[in-house]
C-alpha cells in the first residue's frame, strides 16, 4: 500500500531541451468545478537535465464503474509553457501507454503502449517538443521497465508470447492442459533495428534490473531474476550480473530477506538494492544494502537496526545515495552513507510518489520530481531540491477530501504502534456527546503499510466517511514503518500478535474521540480479508465485517494459490512439513465460533488469494446459520482492475455496514 538533490542548477546552466516545447503560456489556473473529475498522475519521468517532466495522465470520471482513459504528456519545468499532450495511435480506455523512460541527452522520450487487449505491444520514441512520434519496437507478449543506458541504447523486460500479465494480482490464465509444462519467461532485451536482442539467458524471470555502465561491449546489467514460475519465485529471487545472455551469481539472500529495486551507482562499481521480509513484489520495504560489483561479497546493510523502511532507492538524487524511508506516520527522504547515521533530508505527513503506488523520487540535473498528495490533499506534481519543492502542476486546485485525520499512536506488548483516525468533517469531538460507528480497515500484507494516500470516490475508505462513519486504518506488527525488527514481529504468528495489536488500538481510538463501541466493523482486502475472516472467529466484539480476497484455511490456501513460495519465510515450513504452525492462524480451525454477520467477496481469477478460500468460508457461516452474502466478480485478479467490479464491492460493502451499524430508528419511526 503500500503505498511516500541538493542544489538546483541555475535556469542559464539547463540544457535547451525545454526550448523545443510550444511557445505558448497558461493563464493562471482557476479551481476546477466541483463537479469536475478528479485528475491523476499514473507515472511522472524527470528529464536527466532537469528541464522536463514526462507523466502519464487521466481524468477519473464521476461515474466510478467508467474506464479511464490515459494521456502522455510533457512539461518543462521552468516558464509557463503549455504542457504537450501527445497524439497516440490509438485513443479510449484500451490504449494503455506506460514505463516512461528519457534518453540521456533527454531530447526523446520512449514509452510502451498496448493498442488494444490483445493486439501485440509496441514501443514508441517522441522528441521532447512531443513532435516525431516513431514506433520502435512491435512485440508478441508483454513489455515493462524500459531503461535508457549511458550510450543511449534502450532495454526492456519482455515476455514473448505471455499466457497473462505479469505479476501475481493479474488475472491468471485459464489453468487448462498439462499444468506447470510451459512457464512464462521475463527477459532482459534491449531493442535495436525494430527487434528484441536478449541479454538475460532462458531459464530465468527477471523482475528488476539496472544497467551497469562500463563503457565496453557487450551490454552489462544488474537484476534479480528466478528460475521457474514467476509469479511464485520472486521470493526466492537472487541477484545476478547478466551479459550477452548469460549470468554470474552475486547474491543469494537467506529466507526471511526478499529483494527489491536493484540500482547500479554512476561509476558502475557498486549497487544498491532494499533487502527485507515482503509478503508481495511491488510492496517494497526493508534495510538498504550495498554490494561492491567487481569483488562481490557480503552485502553492507546501510540501515541496520533503524526503527524506519526503506521504500525506495536512487544514487540520481545527489551526491550519494538516496533512499526513500517510512518512519511511523511520516514519510523521509534519506543520504545514505556506510558506517554513518542516515542523515535526514526531509521529513513529513505526506506521500511521495514518481508512480500513483510507490515511493521515492525521480531525479535529474540536480533536482528531484514526486507527485506528492496527503489523505485531504490530492495529487500534483512537484519539482525542485529534495525538501525545497515547488508545485508544477495545479490539475486537482481547489479540491479537498472532506475528512479530519490524526495518527494514533499506541502500547502493545512491547511494542508502539502507529494508525490513522479517519473522521467525517462534522464528526463530534466531546466525550460526552454523540457517539459514532468505527469502521476497522486491515491493510493487505502483511508487508505493508496505510500511507497518508489521497482519499479518491474509487477508494475503500471516501464513501465510509461520506456515509457518517469514523474509519481506522492500523499499522499492526508486520506493517513497513518501524524497521526490520517490527516487519518480522508476525513471523509464524499470523492473527495473533497483530490482532492484538488492533484490539489495543481500537481502544486507543475510544480514548480520543467518541466512539460506540456497540457499532464497530470490521473490513480488509488480501491479507486485511484474511484478518477479517480470522477476527470473527476470535471476537464478537465486531457488530458487522466485510472480507474482500481473504484467506479462510491455511492448510487448503497452500495448495491452492500460485504463489506459495511467500509462505515459507513467514511461516518457516511447508504446511507438509509444519501442518500446525499454518492451523494455528487458520480461521477455519475456530469457525464454530463466528456469530458475526460477514460480507465476503473475491474475483474468480485471483491468483494471490484463490476464490475457493473465500467460498470455503462463505460455506461454513452459511451452513452454520451465520448471516453471509458471497458475491464473485467474473475476470477478476487480485488487483480487481475493472472499475465496475469494485464500485459494486464498495456498494455492497456500504449497504453491509448500514444494515448491521446503523442505529435503530425510534419507535415511532418504525411504526410509520
Not at 439 to 445: A, D, L, Q, R, W
Not at 639 to 665: C, E, I, V
Amino acid at each position: 500500500m503500500s503505498l511516500d538533490t541538493r542544489s538546483c542548477l541555475p535556469g542559464a546552466m539547463l540544457r535547451t531541451t525545454a526550448a523545443l516545447l510550444l511557445s505558448a503560456t497558461l493563464p493562471t489556473l482557476a479551481a476546477p468545478p466541483a463537479n469536475s473529475p478528479l485528475h491523476q498522475f499514473g507515472e511522472i519521468a524527470l528529464s536527466p537535465d532537469g528541464s522536463l517532466v514526462a507523466s502519464l495522465e487521466a481524468d477519473l470520471p464521476e461515474n466510478e464503474s467508467q474506464d479511464v482513459a490515459t494521456s502522455v504528456l510533457i512539461r518543462a519545468v521552468h516558464g509557463d509553457h503549455a504542457p504537450v499532450r501527445l497524439r497516440l495511435p490509438c485513443s479510449g480506455p484500451d490504449c494503455i501507454p506506460s514505463s516512461l523512460a528519457w534518453m540521456p541527452d533527454s531530447r526523446r522520450l520512449a514509452f510502451v503502449l498496448q493498442p488494444s487487449p490483445t493486439g501485440p505491444r509496441a514501443v514508441y520514441g517522441v522528441r521532447a517538443d512531443g513532435g516525431g512520434l516513431v514506433r520502435l519496437l512491435s512485440f508478441k507478449g508483454t513489455l515493462q521497465d524500459l531503461r535508457y543506458g549511458p550510450d543511449g541504447a534502450l532495454a526492456v523486460l519482455a515476455t514473448a508470447n505471455a499466457h497473462k500479465e505479469p505479476g501475481a494480482t493479474q488475472a491468471a490464465a485459464k489453468l487448462v492442459g498439462e499444468i506447470g509444462a510451459q512457464q512464462d519467461e521475463q527477459r532482459i532485451a534491449t531493442i535495436a533495428g525494430g527487434a528484441v536482442h536478449w541479454q538475460s539467458p532462458a531459464g530465468l524471470y527477471v523482475y528488476q534490473y539496472d544497467w551497469r555502465p562500463h563503457g565496453t561491449r557487450p551490454p552489462e546489467f544488474v537484476g534479480t531474476a528466478s528460475p521457474g514460475n514467476g509469479d511464485d519465485n520472486w521470493w526466492t529471487a537472487r541477484l545476478y550480473d547478466f551479459s550477452d545472455g548469460t549470468e554470474r551469481l552475486l547474491y543469494a539472500p537467506p529466507q526471511r530477506q526478499q529483494l527489491a529495486d536493484p540500482v547500479v551507482s554512476a561509476d558502475g562499481s557498486r549497487v544498491a538494492f532494499i533487502g527485507g521480509i515482503m509478503s508481495d513484489f511491488g510492496s517494497t520495504g526493508g534495510d538498504a544494502f550495498v554490494l561492491p560489483l567487481d569483488h562481490p561479497a557480503q552485502p553492507a546493510n546501510l540501515t541496520q537496526g533503524a526503527t524506519a523502511t526503506i521504500t525506495s532507492l536512487s544514487w540520481s538524487c545527489g551526491p550519494d545515495l538516496v533512499g526513500g524511508s517510512l518512519a511511523g506516520p511520516a514519510t523521509q527522504v534519506l543520504a545514505l552513507k556506510p558506517g554513518v547515521v542516515p542523515a535526514v533530508l526531509w521529513s513529513g505527513q505526506a506521500d511521495l510518489s514518481p508512480t500513483l503506488y510507490g515511493s521515492g523520487l525521480s531525479c535529474g540535473g540536480g533536482i528531484s520530481a514526486t507527485i506528492r498528495q496527503t489523505f485531504t490533499a490530492p495529487p500534483e506534481v512537484q519539482v525542485g531540491p529534495i525538501g525545497h519543492w515547488r508545485t508544477l502542476t495545479h490539475e486537482n486546485a481547489g479540491r479537498s477530501a472532506a475528512a479530519r485525520v490524526q495518527s494514533i499512536v499506541w502500547k502493545s506488548d512491547q511494542y508502539q504502534v502507529q494508525g490513522w483516525l479517519l473522521s467525517p468533517p462534522d464528526a463530534p469531538d466531546a466525550m460526552n456527546g454523540r457517539k459514532d460507528a468505527l469502521i476497522v480497515n486491515v491493510h493487505g500484507g502483511p508487508s505493508a503499510a496505510w500511507t497518508p494516500y489521497y482519499l479518491t470516490p474509487r477508494g475503500d475508505t471516501l464513501f465510509l466517511l461520506k456515509a457518517g462513519y469514523r474509519v481506522f486504518l492500523p499499522n499492526p506488527r508486520g506493517s513497513f514503518g518501524q524497521g526490520e525488527a517490527f516487519a518480522q514481529a508476525n513471523v509464524r504468528d499470523f492473527g495473533h500478535g497483530d490482532l492484538r495489536d488492533i484490539m489495543a488500538g481500537i481502544d486507543a481510538v475510544e480514548r480520543t474521540v467518541p466512539v460506540d463501541d456497540t457499532r464497530l466493523g470490521l473490513t480488509g482486502y488480501s491479507y486485511g480479508g484474511y484478518m477479517t475472516m480470522w477476527t470473527v472467529t476470535q471476537t464478537d466484539r465486531f457488530r458487522a465485517a466485510v472480507a474482500g480476497a481473504g484467506i479462510s484455511n491455511w492448510q487448503s490456501y497452500y495448495g491452492e494459490n500460485g504463489i506459495d513460495q511467500w509462505m515459507l519465510p513467514f511461516f518457516g515450513a511447508s504446511i507438509y512439513a509444519d501442518p500446525a504452525i499454518y492451523a494455528k492462524s487458520s480461521p477455519m480451525t475456530f469457525i464454530t465460533k463466528v456469530h458475526t454477520p460477514t460480507l465476503e467477496y473475491a474475483g474468480d481469477a485471483d491468483v494471490e488469494c484463490p476464490l475457493p478460500q473465500t467460498q470455503e468460508f462463505y460455506h461454513a457461516l452459511h451452513t452454520l446459520g451465520v448471516p453471509t452474502q458471497f458475491v464473485v466478480y467474473s475476470g477478476q485478479g487480485h488487483g480487481m482492475k475493472d472499475p465496475a467490479s469494485s464500485a459494486d464491492a464498495n456498494r455492497r460493502t456500504l449497504a453491509w455496514f448500514d444494515r448491521y451499524l446503523k442505529p435503530a430508528a425510534p419507535a415511532a419511526d418504525r411504526r410509520q
